[in-house]
């Protein structure tokens, strides 16, 4: 199968590569010039990135800080790295908005559903910045939500790990990757692929999501595809 409208979600942490702490501009040069590759082959393209390379709401407040302070905080260290990233795919060529789900109008638009649309229809990427604009909700609920809202085919899910696994692959040298699994088998085995609240939705909206290693090149066109990379979750459950 080969998905037209695509949602993908991208950790913050991989923004920052090896340094430890903030941003990368080489990781994020490589993850434009992969994306660009997938606009000029016609495909659309939104992306949820997270902040954890900044900052991490969970982190701060079971050090103390309210909840709802420190997800807000996270919230706008999300909207940095997709200002960051548009950075990189518009000096890539590729036409790119920034929309947040937090008012931020000198920087970026609002997030209003129909303009991500037409965004999309338009051949622009679209960047969504702000999580859903409300505390207690991670990036990868974002992601499962606006995937739902702008009817996405699939969401990818961009790893440092090529797929999901029944155990963990750096402890146990014979843990087997799943090539597909059901909505269900994730929720009940608590397999961590997204949270719940993010399985859920898309279930919910029968949106697949795809678990795939972003470090190797060309896997993001071949996921679109519907080339055999990582774990697709949505379908049956089998093992490799």
Same mark, same amino acid.
């Given at each position: 199968?080969?998905?037209?409208?695509?949602?993908?979600?991208?950790?913050?942490?991989?923004?920052?590569?090896?340094?430890?702490?903030?941003?990368?501009?080489?990781?994020?040069?490589?993850?434009?010039?992969?994306?660009?590759?997938?606009?000029?082959?016609?495909?659309? =393209?939104?992306?949820?990135?997270?902040?954890? @390379? %900044?900052?991490?709401? &969970?982190?701060? /407040?079971? $050090?103390?800080?309210?909840? !709802?302070?420190?997800?807000?905080?996270?919230?706008?260290?999300?909207?940095?790295?997709?200002?960051? =990233?548009?950075?990189?795919?518009?000096?890539? @060529? %590729?036409?790119?908005? &920034?929309?947040? /789900?937090? $008012?931020?109008?000198?920087? !970026?638009?609002?997030?209003?559903?129909?303009?991500?649309?037409?965004?999309?229809?338009?051949?622009?990427?679209?960047?969504?910045?702000?999580?859903?604009?409300?505390?207690?909700?991670?990036?990868?609920?974002? $992601?499962?939500?606006?995937? !739902?809202?702008?009817?996405?085919?699939?969401?990818?899910?961009?790893?440092?790990?090529?797929?999901?696994?029944?155990?963990?692959?750096?402890?146990?040298?014979?843990?087997?990757?799943?090539?597909?699994?059901?909505?269900?088998?994730?929720?009940?085995?608590?397999?961590?692929?997204?949270?719940?609240?993010?399985?859920?939705?898309?279930?919910?909206?029968?949106?697949?999501?795809?678990?795939?290693?972003?470090?190797?090149?060309?896997?993001?066109?071949?996921?679109?595809?519907?080339?055999?990379?990582?774990?697709?979750?949505?379908?049956?459950?089998?093992?490799?």
């Amino acid at each position: 199968m080969t998905y037209r409208r695509v949602l993908l979600k991208l950790s913050g942490e991989y923004l920052m590569g090896n340094l430890g702490y903030g941003i990368d501009p080489k990781v994020v040069a490589d993850i434009a010039e992969e994306i660009s590759e997938v606009v000029e082959q016609g495909f659309q =393209l939104a992306i949820v990135v997270g902040g954890g @390379n %900044i900052f991490r709401g &969970v982190k701060a /407040a079971s $050090a103390g800080m309210d909840r !709802a302070t420190a997800d807000y905080i996270g919230m706008i260290a999300t909207v940095m790295n997709a200002m960051t =990233l548009q950075d990189a795919l518009e000096r890539a @060529n %590729i036409p790119t908005r &920034v929309l947040t /789900a937090i $008012a931020m109008q000198e920087v !970026a638009e609002p997030y209003i559903r129909r303009r991500a649309i037409r965004h999309l229809e338009k051949g622009r990427v679209i960047v969504f910045g702000a999580g859903s604009g409300n505390p207690f909700f991670t990036t990868d609920t974002t $992601a499962a939500l606006r995937a !739902a809202e702008i009817d996405a085919d699939v969401v990818l899910k961009a790893t440092k790990v090529d797929g999901v696994y029944d155990s963990d692959p750096a402890l146990n040298p014979d843990a087997r990757r799943y090539q597909s699994l059901n909505y269900g088998h994730v929720l009940t085995h608590d397999l961590r692929v997204m949270d719940s609240t993010a399985i859920a939705l898309c279930k919910e909206n029968n949106i697949p999501i795809v678990i795939f290693d972003l470090s190797v090149r060309g896997n993001i066109v071949r996921a679109i595809q519907g080339e055999p990379v990582g774990t697709i979750v949505g379908g049956f459950c089998e093992v490799s």
